[in-house]
Each structure stands twice: as structure tokens, then as C-alpha cells.
């Protein structure tokens, strides 16, 4: 009888081992830098989200008569632009129906945005950022912060938008100065 055709081969050869681990290393090389990169392209697309609601903050200080707040629930993790309506007498805050409200991505911590007002950091869940159209707007920052980025979006009192500055890059805002202050009343501008 001849009893090796009828042995059946149980194992992988070394060589077969080799070529599997080779194939499964070249796959996660080619995925997992697009894994990476997705949570990097959503912080860029949430510091944008965030500058338009902060802009639409700054249009509506400007051209409405209605008041216009910003808030942030940590709790939530919702930023959002609110607008003051009235019902039978009452005033309130309500969102602003224009501007749906950010939610941060779930892979941010709750203090990963932060608002400060005139350089003190401000707690907006209970009273927003507000500003009434016509008076003096102070200088509103908001502030993301992930791993190794950070943006900050700043909004000063006499701009009509807000300036980002992304991982160290963007345009300073520019902020006024008083000449006469500084002793250089008599230059050109």
C-alpha cells in the first residue's frame, strides 16, 4: 500500500507564513496613515466650523438689531450661535436658526474648546458670550486644543471676522493702538 497519497499536509510552510505576515504589513502600512490622517482632517474641519459660527457671531453683531450670544456646553461638547427671541412677554436664548449647532468630534475631551473674553477664560454654559448690536464688542478667543494642535480663532472688537491661527500659522489679527499713547501721535498711517 502506499501511504504518502494518502496523507493530508495539517500546517503552512515557513514560506507561506512569510508571505502572509509580508501581505498583511504592506496593507496596514497603506491604512493605517489614512486611520491617522481622518482625525487630523476632522480637528481642520471642526476649527472651520467653529470660525463660521464665530463669524456669523460677528455678522449678526453688525447688521442685526436682535442680540446674538455664543455658548459652549462641555457637557454636550456644543458650540453653538444663539439669538434672544421673545414668547408671550418673556425673553429668552434660543439657537439661532441659521446656524445648526458644532458638535465636537467624540475622540475630543470636554475641555478641548475653550472661550476667553477679553483674555479671562469664560465659562458659557450657563451665560453665554453676548454682545447688543451698536455697542462695543469685546475681544472673543476660542480655542482648540488636540494632541499636538491647536487653533485659535480670534475675533478682536473692531473686526468684522474672525483671524485663525492653525498649528502656528495664519494672520495676526491686527489690533488697534492708540498713537498718541505711545507718544507717535504726529506719524503717518
Known amino acids: 500500500m502506499n501511504f504518502a497519497c494518502a496523507s493530508h499536509r495539517k500546517a503552512f510552510t515557513l514560506l507561506e507564513i512569510i508571505i502572509v505576515v509580508i501581505i498583511i504589513g504592506i496593507m496596514s502600512a497603506m491604512i493605517l496613515p489614512r486611520l491617522a490622517g481622518n482625525a487630523s482632517r476632522e480637528f481642520t474641519l471642526t476649527v472651520e466650523r467653529v470660525t463660521d459660527i464665530v463669524l456669523m457671531y460677528a455678522h449678526r453683531n453688525i447688521t442685526s438689531n436682535q442680540p446674538s450670544a455664543l455658548q459652549y456646553n462641555a457637557n454636550l461638547k456644543e458650540f453653538a450661535l444663539l439669538t434672544k427671541v421673545e414668547e408671550d412677554g418673556e425673553r429668552f436664548w434660543e439657537f439661532d436658526p441659521l446656524a ?90
Do not use: F
Not at 102 to 122: E, F, K, M, R
Open 100 to 189: 445648526k449647532p458644532i458638535v465636537l468630534p467624540s475622540w475630543l475631551d470636554q475641555d478641548a474648546l475653550a472661550i476667553y473674553v477679553d483674555g479671562d477664560l469664560t465659562d458659557t454654559s450657563q451665560w453665554p458670550v453676548t454682545s447688543t448690536p451698536g455697542e462695543a464688542r469685546p475681544l472673543i478667543e476660542v480655542m482648540l486644543q488636540w494632541e499636538n494642535r491647536s487653533a485659535v480663532i480670534s475675533l478682536p472688537t473692531h473686526a468684522i471676522g474672525p483671524k485663525v491661527w492653525l498649528d502656528g500659522e495664519g494672520v495676526e489679527p491686527l489690533m488697534p493702538i492708540d498713537l498718541d499713547a505711545q507718544g507717535r501721535g504726529r506719524e503717518e498711517w
